[in-house]
């Protein structure tokens, strides 16, 4: 069983995420405070942590950073009120894994616990495989089965993303900022469902097995275990 | 305490020390005065006693004694003084007892203790005397005591007393004066300002009719009120508007939670309003980020972030991003670059810009139209230009839509949160660009940038930037460029917007001073 350490102070809060992931069978050990949760973290080794950024007795910063010089790797979401770029770009240079603003929907929050847990090892591969699809890292070549995939750059893109994150719920969140990079919320809503939808036309042809699926309300899943 | 106060103030001190270099000066004046007088008496007297001496030493012996006594006799305030020797120092006639020991006889002026005949008090004063050896061996002595000195050293004093006194106490009751008059005004000013920060935003300081500087900095200062206010209430007015915004999205989640909650049935119903709940709330959310994001930037003063960036790669980047949507919704979109150029900025931020004018303009124009982006450069200015088959935004509405959540009441039901140009706006004044918003028909927005070597060329240090004592607005219209009419030398610019003092074509144009009153 996965075992989380939460380390948040407001108690509504980490009741709701405990619930949320016990209900998705993860264990979830939590700690109100900075220094409770340094002490968890040192003694249980939890296989990821979600740390709320302003903690009474000591800043969510200052536990990671000391865990890191501790030499202890485990995953750490850091959780914050503060949405600027300056203060995401602080909360993941003192060794957070990845940044989430408050107020935040729970599945964005299960899925990037799930994409923590399941990051993509440093792998020399040069082709990717999900199913029946396959990309070529050096050709820049896609297919599916003998069918080639004929893709632009941007959607190539896209799909190396998810075929390295396959059987993950990917939201659109995070979508935007890994694989295009913004720094900010574009006006434009369906951004990422208008691009997603060109390459699912390419990859799911009339017929085929549906291999990206859309998950209503969060994001998408490349399926590549039927 | 207050007397304290008063006696510490600077006005009053400044009053004592120019009263204090005044007497002093004024004592030295009178000194100096006293000394040329007395000198003048005494060559006056030296002068008389010499002629006296020659006329006498010129008469017959037997007339010498008749003359010393005439001119002794006729001396009624006794400052004379005569004597005549015979060779061995007997006296022969006059008031002097003998011959001064050590005195020369040669007939210079000398001032010598005669010793008188008959005298008061038995003092003996120090005479300019002059004695002569005469022919036949008698010594002739004569003196005269310059007693008008110690007149005139008492009439200096005098003087002294009923001028310098005066003088002084007058100074300083002037500096008292000022003193207290200026500590009233401060008091005034003091309880005015007072009343301001207590929120009494209406209230203003004393200016008066004179023309004194003190009523000048009043002016100044109300000035800067008036323009505080002004900006307060706009700040306020965003408040509203923010309010009403975010009331929006707000009460239809609660309308439909509050449906949901009386009529839904199944939990499939239940589930749909709970979905439009929540995108009621994320609606507000978002509205409450992007106003976040603009207050970030607008507060960024930093340029930490900078660096050299490609524009030609942003535009590219845009386009890729934006094709899709425009191709969904029947829109041409092109990207036109004339030749790659580098600006001296925040890469991510200028993306953001661009993106949103893109995504402004994809979205107001309607199906079948083109939406264009493209860069012009030469070797000190860069144009990006974003425009479209759209509606484009008229005369009127050309300052609103800066404004925060402005939003046309022909697009009222286009989903968006109406701070898109705010924001470009934001992060075209950080990087000292410039935002021009073109005429419509036809939606037109230009970035003018310079280009990074020639900021690069001007760069201040980072400490200035934003330092300036003038705020300068960013837009500027086409039109009034076209025309001509607005025209601002370089110099003005120096110290506001660094990189804007680079550009050529951006110093034609008309930066719209808030503080004016600064310029004095």
Partial sequence: MTRILLIEDDIETAEAIVAELAERSFEVQWAPNGIEGLDHARTSHPDAMIVDRML????????????????????????????????????????????????????????RIEALLRRPTENRETVLVAGPLELDLIERTARRGEREIDLLPREFRLLEYMMRRSDQLLTRAMLLEEVWNYKFVPATTNLIDVHMGRLRHKVDAPGDVQLIHNVRGSGFILRGRQ | ????????????????????????????????????????????????????????AGLPRDRRARAVADQLEQDSRHVHYAGLFSARGARLAGNIDRVPSGFDLDGTVQGVRLDPLETAAGRSPIVRTVGRRLDDGDVLVLGRHVDETR???????????????????????????????????????????????????????????????????????????????????????????????????LTRARLALERGRTHATTLAQLQEV???????????????????????????????????????????????????????????????????????????????????????????????????????????????????????????????VLRRFYRSDKIRNTPGVGLGLSLVAAIVKLHGFRLIIGPAPGGRVEILAC???????????????GSGKREVDVMATRDALDAGTCRMSETEFRGVTPSLVACASASLLKPVSRFEMWEC
């Avoid at chain 2, 309880?191 to 900095?217: K, T």
């Fill in chain 1, 56 to 111: 009474p007795g000591m800043d969510g910063l200052t536990v990671v950073e000391a865990l890191r010089n501790d030499q202890i790797r485990t995953p750490v979401l850091v959780l914050s009120a503060l949405g600027a770029v300056d203060d995401r770009v602080r909360g993941l240079r003192m060794g957070g894994d990845d940044y989430l603003t408050k107020p935040f929907a729970i599945v964005e929050l299960v899925a």
């Fill in chain 2, 1 to 56: 305490m207050r007397q304290m106060q008063f006696i510490r103030s600077n006005t009053f001190l400044w009053a004592l020390a120019v009263a204090a270099t005044l007497a002093l000066f004024v004592v030295g004046l009178f000194a100096f005065v006293y000394r040329e007088l007395d000198d003048y008496l005494i060559a006056r007297s030296d002068r008389m006693i010499t002629t006296q001496i020659h006329f006498m």
């Fill in chain 2, 151 to 249: 007149e005139i050293s008492s009439v200096v004093g005098q003087a002294l007393a009923l001028g310098v006194l005066p003088a002084f106490c007058l100074c300083v009751l002037a500096g008292a004066w000022l003193s207290v008059r200026a500590q009233k005004r401060v008091e005034e000013v003091n309880q005015r300002v007072q009343r301001i920060v207590a929120g009494e935003l209406r209230e203003r300081l004393p200016e008066g009719n004179a023309d004194d500087p003190f009523a000048r900095l009043a002016r100044i200062v109300n000035g800067m009120l008036d323009e505080m206010e002004t900006m307060i209430n706009a700040l306020a007015g965003v408040g509203n508007d923010i309010a009403h915004d975010l009331r929006t999205p």
């Fill in chain 2, 274 to 400: 709970t979905d439009k709940a929540i995108a009621g709330i994320d609606q507000s959310l978002a509205i409450v980020t992007a106003l976040l994001r603009l207050t970030e930037i607008e507060n960024n003063r930093r340029t930490a972030g900078f660096g050299n960036v490609a524009l030609d790669e942003i535009l590219r980047e845009v386009c890729d991003v934006y094709e899709p949507i425009a191709e969904d919704k029947g829109i041409a979109l092109g990207v036109v670059i004339d030749r790659g150029v580098q600006v001296w900025g925040d890469r991510d931020l200028l993306f953001e810009a661009i993106a949103n004018l893109v995504d402004n303009a994809v979205k107001f124009t309607p199906a079948g139209g083109r939406v264009k982006l493209e860069l012009k450069s030469d070797d000190r200015t860069a144009l990006v230009g974003v425009s479209d088959t759209g509606p484009g935004i008229n005369e009127q509405e050309r300052e609103a």
């Fill in chain 2, 451 to 465: 280009t990074a070597r020639e900021s690069a060329a001007r760069r201040m240090p980072i400490s200035d930037v």
